[in-house]
C-alpha cells in the first residue's frame, strides 16, 4: 500500500522557489540603477530584496529533490511485495512475494525508484505471512540477511549496514542513495542471463570448450552448460549449482570456480579433465524469482528419481550415466547455500563411517584437501555434515548426491559443498574465493589418483 501524499520536504522547496521567483520579478521591475538618485533608505530596502531572493533560492536548493518512491521487481529474478511506502519519513517495507507452488518464499531482488542522490531512507524487511505449502510459514530468518546487498548501477554489488532486528521480527536497514535508483537484494544475484554470460566468457577464453544446451525446462527455458576437455579424458568431474534457485551463493561459488579453472593455474588439470559445469539448474525459478526449496510436488534436489518430473534432472542423470559408462566419473559436486548461521561445510554420505577401502579412503582424503585448500573467505570444516533431517532411505536416494553414489562406482566421490552466506564478506568476490579454493582441491585431489586401488 503506498502513500500518495507529496512529501513534505519537496513542498517547502517549492514555496520557496516561488517566493524566490516573485522577488526576483520585483527586483527585476525596479532595478538597483536608477536615471535619478535614491535616498538611502530606498537603495537599502532594494538590496534587502534581492539578498531575501537569494537566500530563499539557495535554501530551496540546499533541499533534497523527493520523488515518489516505487518498488519494481518485475524482471529477470526479480521479487517483492510492497508492504507499504510511506513517502514522507522515506521508509518502505517489503516481503518475499510469494509464488504459489515455486518453494520458499524467502528470496527478495527489487529497483528502488524515485530517490535522491544522498539521502537516507529505510528498507524493513518482514517475513511472508502466507504458508507457501499446505500450512507451513517460512520463518522470516530465511529472508533476513544480517546486510541488504545494494548496487548502483545493477552489476556492482556491496553489503548495507548491518541491519537491526525488532521485536516484531522485522529486519530494518538504514541505506544511503547513491543514485535516483537502486538495486536491493538478498544477496548478490545471480540470474540466468548470468549464466549465459558467464559461460560464453569462458568458451570465448577457451576454443576448445563446448556449451550445450543439458534441457529445456517445464517453463521452455534453455538450461546451459558448459564442457571442457576431451570426452574420453582421464579425469572426469560434473559440478553443478542452484537446485533450489534461492541459494544464490551456490552460482557465485561455481563463478570463481569456472573461472580459476579457465586460468593458466589450471592448465596441467584441463589436459587430463574432462568437466562438466551447470550454472543453474532450476532455471524457471530462478528466472521468476521464487525460492525453488521444497516446490510442489517437490524440489530440484528431491527428484532424483527413477521417472524425475522435471527434464533437466533427467538429462542429468542420462549424462552421467553415459559418462559412468565410458570413463568412469571420478567426482560429483553440488553447490548450495546452508542456513543463516551455518558455517562453510561438506555434506557427505550417510554410510560415511561404515565405509572401506577405495572408498573410504577417498572420501577422507577430499575433505582433507578441500580443508587444506578453501580457506578463503572463511575455512571450510574439516569434517563432514550428514543431512540428518532427511529420514528415509528413498528420499535420501532421490536426493542428487544419494542418486550418483549409487549409480557410480566406489571410486566416485560425491558430496554437496554448503557455502556460507550470512556476512559482508561473501560478496562476488568473496564467493569467488571460495570457488578458486575448490578448484585447487580438485586439482590436488585429482593428482593423487583416486580411481587406483
Not at 61 to 77: I, K
Not at 84 to 93: F, L, S
Not at 160 to 178: C, D, F, N, Q, R
Request: charged residues 25%; contains cysteine.
Amino acid at each position: 500500500m503506498e502513500n500518495k501524499k507529496q512529501p513534505i520536504q519537496t513542498a517547502k522547496r517549492q514555496i520557496m522557489l516561488k517566493e524566490s521567483r516573485a522577488a526576483t520579478r520585483s527586483i527585476e521591475r525596479s532595478p538597483l540603477v536608477f536615471e535619478r538618485p535614491l535616498s538611502n533608505l530606498c537603495i537599502r530596502k532594494r538590496f534587502q530584496g534581492a539578498m531575501k531572493s537569494l537566500i530563499l533560492t539557495l535554501c530551496a536548493l540546499s533541499l533534497p529533490l523527493h520523488g515518489e518512491m516505487r518498488v519494481v521487481s518485475d524482471f529477470e529474478g526479480g521479487n517483492a511485495e510492497a508492504v507499504e511506502i510511506d513517502q514522507v519519513n522515506r521508509v518502505i517495507r517489503i516481503m518475499p512475494e510469494l509464488r504459489e507452488g515455486r518453494g520458499w518464499p524467502c528470496w527478495w531482488f527489487f529497483r528502488l525508484e524515485g530517490l535522491a542522490v544522498g539521502e537516507t531512507f529505510k528498507l524493513e524487511v518482514q517475513a511472508q505471512a502466507k504458508p507457501y505449502r499446505e500450512y507451513t510459514v517460512l520463518a522470516a530468518s530465511w529472508c533476513q540477511p544480517k546486510h541488504a546487498w545494494l548496487s548502483a548501477d545493477g552489476s556492482t554489488w556491496h553489503p548495507s549496514a548491518k541491519g537491526v532486528l525488532t521485536p516484531e521480527k522485522v529486519m530494518v536497514y538504514e541505506i544511503k542513495a547513491e543514485a535516483p535508483e537502486v538495486s536491493i537484494a538478498w544477496g548478490p544475484p545471480f540470474v540466468p542471463r548470468d549464466g549465459e554470460r558467464l559461460l560464453n566468457e569462458i568458451s570465448a577464453l577457451l576454443p576448445d570448450a563446448e556449451v550445450f544446451e543439458l534441457a529445456k525446462t517445464k517453463g521452455g527455458r534453455p538450461v546451459s552448460g558448459i564442457r571442457i576437455g576431451a570426452e574420453d579424458a582421464h579425469h572426469q568431474v560434473w559440478i553443478g549449482s542452484r537446485q533450489h534457485a534461492w541459494e544464490a551463493g551456490g552460482s557465485q561459488v561455481g563463478r570463481g570456480f569456472i573461472r580459476w579453472y579457465a586460468s593458466d593455474e589450471a592448465k596441467d588439470l584441463r589436459s587430463k579433465t574432462c568437466l562438466h559445469y551447470i550454472p543453474i539448474m532450476d532455471v524457471d525459478n530462478a528466472a521468476q524469482g521464487a525460492g525453488g526449496k521444497d516446490s510442489i510436488p517437490r524440489d530440484h534436489n528431491r527428484d532424483w528419481a527413477a521417472e524425475p518430473i522435471y527434464p533437466e534432472v533427467a538429462a542429468a542423470q542420462r549424462m552421467i550415466r553415459a559418462i559412468q559408462a565410458k570413463q568412469g566419473l571420478d567426482v560429483y559436486i553440488d553447490l548450495h547455500n546452508p542456513g543463516h548461521n551455518d558455517p562453510t561445510f561438506f555434506f557427505g554420505p550417510f554410510a560415511f563411517e561404515r565405509m572401506s577401502g577405495i572408498q573410504q579412503r577417498n572420501y577422507q582424503r577430499w575433505i582433507d584437501l578441500a580443508a587444506i585448500n578453501i580457506r578463503e573467505p572463511y575455512p571450510v570444516q574439516p569434517k563432514y555434515r550428514f543431512a540428518t533431517y532427511v529420514k528415509t532411505d528413498e528420499e535420501r536416494g532421490r536426493m542428487s548426491s544419494g542418486w550418483v553414489r549409487a549409480n557410480t562406482s566406489t571410486s566416485t566421490i560425491s558430496v554437496t559443498l554448503e557455502t556460507t552466506w550470512n556476512s559482508p564478506e561473501m560478496s562476488v568476490e568473496g564467493y569467488g574465493k571460495v570457488g578458486a579454493g575448490l578448484g585447487r582441491a580438485l586439482a590436488a585431489y585429482l593428482a593423487e589418483e583416486p580411481g587406483r586401488n
